[in-house]
């Protein structure tokens, strides 16, 4: 309230009146471009007045690298609606029907949709949505602000399926995933049934597909997007919304590291003549990007997310649900070559645009934010962030859980809880599970059961897998003394060089990262090997001591610790008590015993060695 009132005393009372009322005015654009802002202020001179705003330092923000389009600052933006609505809510009102109607005439639907709206006309918007909303999606550089749903009138969408279907489209495309499948499901169980051979029974099943996806249910998502294609191709109609189908797989293909579907995706939907541009460069390139980087195609993988990344940036989308792939193949190609901060720049990008609303994109960009701590040698801070990723998604499909899993037992492994691992490791499947229980049986000393895992690879190893695979070997070889350990290494390096990979090189096995820096001095040096030293000396120096997390506790927890103990990261003292039926004086005396069995003196130190000891 302060800062409100201090911004328009000393800062909008302060401009002309004719910039005081533009303000005021475009403060109900998401986007301020010359033409939205000449439409809404019925001003001749927008693009000047705009131009002056960025000039001035007036709170607006360039969203493009021509400064065509901007925004205002997401507080002053707050503000300045406030006072507008404060000032004159009948001109309010109508300034939102004037941009509605120029943004309809324009053909954005969605952002017409949002003024109408708010200027009480919600059946326009409704008539507006039901057809337009996907099309305009797939075209559309910055997403609108999210539909205020509580100021439609549901008898608008009773006896409406069209209508409800445009509505539930616009949230899930907006991210709101639980409100968006209620709606879904409402129209699911529609009486009379909607007809299965008809194009909303198309779009209903595309849609569905998409919520699937959004919520980590892959298998199912495959199936539903078929369906929808089904349809299509049986009833032969023309619809705008045909080519999401194609989009939705290829968001789904990567993930389950299906490289021939993912390539067969992209071929159809880049034969499509009805495909979007910001689809054709951004999104395809950024899933067969994803794919390859995932196989250890490296340098196809930086080409293709680069050019995406260019053209997302030049189209306005750098802010977009498209640009999510391609952002984590740039941050991952960045952690390989052991770029940690650039890694970390990209992965926080790409979780400004995913994070609580697009669960299944924010669950595995979280995993990337884990592998960065891991590789920065902060293994709590990993932990706690795959925790975190575990919890944004319920009921994830094997696939994505998998992933979790697979992160959590490296880093767990890295400092000696090999029993965790191996309980991780079961979750997994085929090379992944058989590479992890490799690096489990080395870190426990068996070397004959590392050497069984590592055998009889695939005919079909994509190049990550055989350079995994090439140093796990090098790694039994060391363990066992084996003269021949030199030439395995040789074979590892080789791999290593011609794909680009540094980080895995040294980060896989810690024999191999060791043997490296003990033996750097005999290897023939050149700029890259120097690189792979340099990040194995890294690696080795960011180790965690194993010492440390060993100490187990020395009596275990009681039940009722246990429940308090689990209550402890998101409760204060008095909601444990209430929660619990116990008094706050037994909350603290348990608490005093939990922190002595685990030998802590703080709340933070209590909930990190829970997190050690996989009691959170």
Known sequence: HLISEYFIAEVLNQQPSDVAQFLLDTSILSQLTAGSCAAVSERPDAAAMLHHLDAAGLFV???????????????????????????????????????????????????????????????????????????????????????????????????????????????????????????????????????????????????????????????????????????????????????????????????????????????????????????????????????????????????????????????????????????????????????????????????????????????????????IWVARGQPRKALTVVAAARRVLAGPSPVLLGQADEVEAQVRLSFGDLQAAAELARGLTGTRQAWLLARIALAAG??????????????????????????????????????????????????????GFVNTLVSTAPQVTSYLVEHAARMRSDAYLERVISAALDVRAAQPDRAEYRQLIAEPLTAAELRILKLLPTSTYLQIAATLYISRNTVKTQLRSIYQKLGVTSRSEAIERAVDLRLL
């Open 61 to 371: 923000v360039p969203l493009d690298d021509e400064r065509t389009m901007f925004r205002y600052h997401h507080l002053v933006r707050q503000v300045l609606r406030a006072e507008l609505r404060a000032r004159d809510p009948d001109r309010e009102r109508a300034l939102h029907v004037r941009i509605g109607d120029w943004f309809e005439a324009a053909g954005d639907t969605r952002r017409a949709t949002r003024h109408f709206v708010a200027g009480r006309q919600s059946d326009r918007a409704l008539s507006l949505l039901q057809d337009r909303v996907v099309p305009d999606f797939l075209r559309d550089p910055v997403a609108p602000s999210p539909l205020d749903v509580s100021m439609i009138d549901p008898a608008l969408l009773a006896d409406a399926p069209e209508r409800l279907l445009g509505l539930a489209t616009d949230l899930l495309l907006s991210g709101d995933t639980e409100r968006g499948g209620e709606y879904l499901r409402v129209l699911e169980h529609a009486q009379p049934p909607i007809p299965a051979e008809s194009r909303l029974a198309a779009r209903l099943t595309l849609m569905r597909a998409f919520h699937l996806a959004q919520t980590g249910q892959l298998s199912e998502a495959v199936t539903a997007a078929h369906a929808a294609q089904a349809i299509q191709d049986r009833t032969q109609l023309r619809d705008e919304w045909n080519p999401a189908v194609s989009l939705v797989l290829l968001r789904v293909y990567p993930i389950l590291e299906d490289l021939t579907a993912v390539e067969q995706e992209a071929a159809a939907a880049l034969a499509r003549a009805d495909l979007p541009e910001p689809a054709r460069l951004i999104l395809v390139p950024n899933a067969r990007a994803l794919a390859w980087f995932q196989a250890g195609r490296l340098s196809a993988a930086a080409d293709a997310a680069g050019a995406a990344h260019q053209a997302a940036r030049r189209l306005g989308f750098g802010q977009h649900f498209f640009a999510v792939d391609g952002l984590r193949v740039l941050s991952g190609l960045a952690l390989e070559r052991r770029d940690l901060g650039a890694a970390e720049r990209l992965t926080e990008q790409a979780l400004s645009i995913t994070e609580r609303w697009r669960p299944m994109f924010e669950f595995l960009t979280l995993l990337d934010r884990a592998r």
């Open 446 to 499: 068996d070397i004959q059961a590392a050497q069984h895992h590592l055998e009889s690879p695939r005919s079909d190893l994509t190049p990550r897998d055989a350079l995994v695979r090439q140093i796990l070997l090098t790694a039994v070889a060391i363990e066992r003394g084996d003269p021949a350990a030199d030439g395995i290494l040789g074979g590892a390096l080789r791999l290593a060089r011609d794909g």
